[in-house]
């Protein structure tokens, strides 16, 4: 157990619509990051909070949006979902003290199927 | 931007057989962390390498970090089918860490 949670587990919904997806980081992280994995992939980054700020962005397509929020929880939303938004979204925390080659601590995954 | 390629992309062993895979960085890194992702789980951190030419080991897998610190291997002797997964390098770069597709290895009892 990383001591990163993710909710939910699992999601299924429609094209077109528009989920979000929970993360909170370990105790004492001051730093989120989002993936998605999709089938055969790696981990293609997203973006990147820290301490409520926006740090870093990855290939994040317009549609997705996050926020951390002052309890250092994070939120991604995806919008106007397409079948190719299907996949697994990990959310990682990190000390985030110590630049930009932190440890990251992965939380099981939310994984989002779009039919 | 910056690339992490690794190679293998797949890797079948016999149980007991050795296993190595390499990762490769387009440019230097200051440091390079290894991932372990288990089948349906998520990723794990397993080592950070920070110093040229440096080895470490965790009981059967060796971790190397090349001299010009643009490479890494990780070899698993002896493989257990509790090896199977998908290892993933990753290094800083244009995005906090930038993480290779990851090799993935199966273990045939």
């Known amino acids: 157990d990383s001591g990163v949670t993710q909710t939910p587990k699992h999601l299924i919904t429609a094209t077109g619509q528009r989920v979000t997806l929970r993360c909170s980081p370990r105790?004492?992280?001051?730093?989120v990051y989002w993936y998605q994995q999709s089938l055969d992939q790696g981990l293609q980054f997203l973006i990147q909070?820290?301490?409520?700020?926006?740090?870093a962005k990855g290939n994040i397509l317009e549609r997705f949006s996050a926020q951390q929020f002052p309890d250092l929880h994070s939120e991604l939303n995806l919008s106007s979902l397409e079948l190719g938004d299907s996949a697994l979204y990990f959310c990682?925390?990190?000390?985030?003290?110590?630049?930009?080659?932190?440890?990251?601590?992965f939380g099981p995954g939310t994984r989002l199927t779009v039919l | 931007g910056q690339q992490v390629m690794q190679i293998p992309q797949y890797q079948h062993v016999q149980e007991g057989e050795d296993f190595t895979t390499y990762c490769n960085s387009s440019?230097?890194?200051?440091?390079i962390q290894w991932y372990k992702q288990r089948p349906g789980g998520h990723p794990v951190f397993l080592i950070q390498?920070?110093?040229?030419?440096e080895v470490k080991k965790q009981k059967r897998l060796t971790f190397q970090f090349g001299e010009a610190k643009k490479n890494s291997s990780l070899h698993i002797t002896a493989t257990q089918t509790t090896d199977v997964g998908t290892y993933f390098c990753?290094?800083?770069?244009?995005?906090?860490?930038?993480f290779g597709k990851g090799t993935r290895l199966s273990v045939i009892a």
């Open positions: 990753a290094g800083p770069g244009n995005t906090p860490l930038v």
């Open positions: 390498l920070v110093k040229s030419g």
């Open positions: 909070y820290y301490n409520g700020e926006e740090r």
């Open positions: 440019t230097t890194l200051s440091n």
């Open positions: 105790s004492g992280d001051l730093s």
């Open positions: 990682a925390s990190s000390v985030g003290t110590s630049g930009r080659a932190d440890t990251q601590y």
